[in-house]
T-cell receptor, first 113, second 110 residues
C-alpha cells in the first residue's frame, strides 16, 4: 500500500515550457487535491476533484489545468511555465467530502528559470 | 474565505505541554477545523479534526470554544521529534474556501 505517489520528485523548466505532474493514490479515495507551497508559507489549493471527471478551482488555479481520468490518478499540467510557478507541489487524497482527513504525497519540487 | 491566523513560531522544552492557537474569525457554519503536522521535505500529516467543543485522540487534543472563532491544538508532553510546522485548516464544502494557515514552527528544546 503506497498511499499517495507523485512523479517526478524534482524538475527544472525554462520559462514557457510545459509539463505534467502525476499523482496516484491506491486507497480508493474519492477526493483528490493539488496544492502549492511556497517557501515559508502554508499550502494553497490549486484544484480539487470530488470524483472521476469532476474538478473544481481552488484559491490559485490560474496557469494550471488538471485532469481526473479515473479514480486513482489526478494530474496537474503547466501549459507555459513561469518563474512565479516555482514551488513545491503536493498532491493529496481523502476518502469522503472535501475537508476530510487528507493523505499527502511526498511532493514535487519545481523550479522555473 | 475563512482566513486563519497562527503564531509564526513557538519554543518549548521536552516533557512540557504545548498549546498552539489558530484564529478563524470568518468560519462558516459547515466548516470543520483540522490540524496537520509537517516535517521538512515531507507532505503534511493529519493530527486531529473537530467541529466544536473538545476532541481527543492518542496524540493530541483540540479545543474549540462555543463561538468557533478560534481553536487550540494541545500536544501533551512534547519530545524532540515533535519539532515541526503545525498548520490549521478550515473548510468543508467549497474548494475555494479550503484555507490553510501560514503555520507555526514549533521547536522543542532538550
Amino acid at each position: 500500500n503506497a498511499g499517495v505517489t507523485q512523479t517526478p520528485k524534482f524538475q527544472v523548466l525554462k520559462t514557457g515550457q510545459s509539463m505534467t505532474l502525476q499523482c496516484a493514490q491506491d486507497m480508493n479515495h474519492n477526493s483528490m487535491y493539488w496544492y502549492r507551497q511556497d517557501p515559508g508559507m502554508g499550502l494553497r489549493l490549486i484544484y480539487y476533484s470530488a470524483s472521476e471527471g469532476t474538478t473544481d478551482k481552488g484559491e490559485v488555479p490560474n496557469g494550471y489545468n488538471v485532469s481526473r481520468l479515473n479514480k486513482r490518478e489526478f494530474s496537474l499540467r503547466l501549459e507555459s511555465a513561469a518563474p512565479s510557478q516555482t514551488s513545491v507541489y503536493f498532491c493529496a487524497s481523502s476518502g469522503g467530502l472535501i475537508g476530510d482527513e487528507q493523505f499527502f504525497g511526498p511532493g514535487t519540487r519545481l523550479t522555473v528559470l | 474565505l475563512a482566513k486563519t491566523t497562527q503564531p509564526i513560531s513557538m519554543d518549548s522544552y521536552e516533557g512540557q505541554e504545548v498549546n498552539i492557537t489558530c484564529s478563524h474569525n470568518n468560519i462558516a457554519t459547515n466548516d470543520y477545523i483540522t490540524w496537520y503536522q509537517q516535517f521538512p521535505s515531507q507532505g503534511p500529516r493529519f493530527i486531529i479534526q473537530g467541529y466544536k467543543t473538545k476532541v481527543t485522540n492518542e496524540v493530541a487534543s483540540l479545543f474549540i470554544p462555543a463561538d468557533r472563532k478560534s481553536s487550540t491544538l494541545s500536544l501533551p508532553r512534547v519530545s524532540l521529534s515533535d519539532t515541526a510546522v503545525y498548520y490549521c485548516l478550515v473548510g468543508s464544502g467549497s474548494a475555494r474556501q479550503l484555507t490553510f494557515g501560514s503555520g507555526t514552527q514549533l521547536t522543542v528544546l532538550p
